[in-house]
């Protein structure tokens, strides 16, 4: 059984430009985490979509916006970048079962490098 | 509201010696608490998982924590640390039905010395 899949696993952006990542989640599994993560702050949570809709956003500002698919992959977009948004983003993705939702499962992360 | 604090920001220890990484948390429901590995440039991996079922939860590669409910704490704790164990690890916790709203530590750095 595949894992979460993101691409692109490195990418460098200059500032002021824009990016989309993308995750492919575990097959079956309808909800996909993203969370950044640098040195200075370490895991931050950004949002959460569940069938096609955010169910939960962390205090990111309005620059970081995504979006889900019908088949669950889900891309992240950063627009009007800054240094600080440099880091590496990762995506998991967990399953919903009756009595509630497995762990989430992470994929090896995207690594974005501003300039 | 949910929280998690892990006690040190870094551990060191010997080849073949114990391991304790300390992990205390809160949460205003029921929780499920989760421990993950993250090795350098990599994805994180889940080591164990607490979701209200046995107090004692025993991992991957010999790792185990313990539930304590009236302490707040979920240690992880092996027996005897392996020179593949270095690696940064995160305490998690979540509210039981929805591992979307996942809340983690800062890290704890292994550093495991030959």
């Known amino acids: 059984k595949a894992g979460v899949t993101q691409t692109p696993r490195y990418l460098i952006k200059t500032r002021g430009q824009q990016v989309t990542l993308s995750c492919s989640p575990i097959?079956?599994?309808?909800?996909v985490s993203w969370y950044q993560q640098t040195p200075g702050q370490g895991l931050q949570f950004l949002f959460e979509y569940f069938s096609e809709t955010q169910r939960n956003k962390g205090n990111f500002p309005g620059r970081f916006s995504g979006r889900q698919f019908s088949n669950s992959r889900s891309e992240m977009n950063v627009s009007t970048l800054e240094l600080g948004d440099s880091a590496l983003y990762l995506c998991a993705s967990s399953l919903q079962t009756v009595t509630g939702y497995t762990e989430a499962f992470f994929g090896q992360g995207t690594r974005l490098t501003v300039v | 509201a949910q929280s998690v604090t892990q006690l040190d920001s870094h551990v060191s220890v010997s080849e073949g010696t114990p391991v304790l990484l300390r992990c205390n948390y809160s949460s205003s429901y029921s929780p499920s608490l989760f421990w993950y590995v993250q090795h350098p440039n990599k994805g994180l991996q889940l080591l164990l998982k607490?979701?209200?079922?046995?107090?004692l939860v025993k991992g991957i590669n010999g790792f185990e924590a313990e539930f304590k409910k009236s302490e707040t704490s979920f240690h992880l704790t092996k027996p005897s640390a392996h020179m593949s164990d270095a690696a940064e690890y995160f305490c998690?916790?979540?509210?039981?039905?929805?591992?979307?709203?996942?809340?983690f530590g800062d890290g704890t750095t292994l550093t495991v010395k030959p």
């Open positions: 097959s079956g599994h309808r909800s």
């Open positions: 998690v916790v979540s509210p039981l039905l929805n591992a979307g709203k996942s809340t």
């Open positions: 607490y979701t209200s079922a046995a107090t």
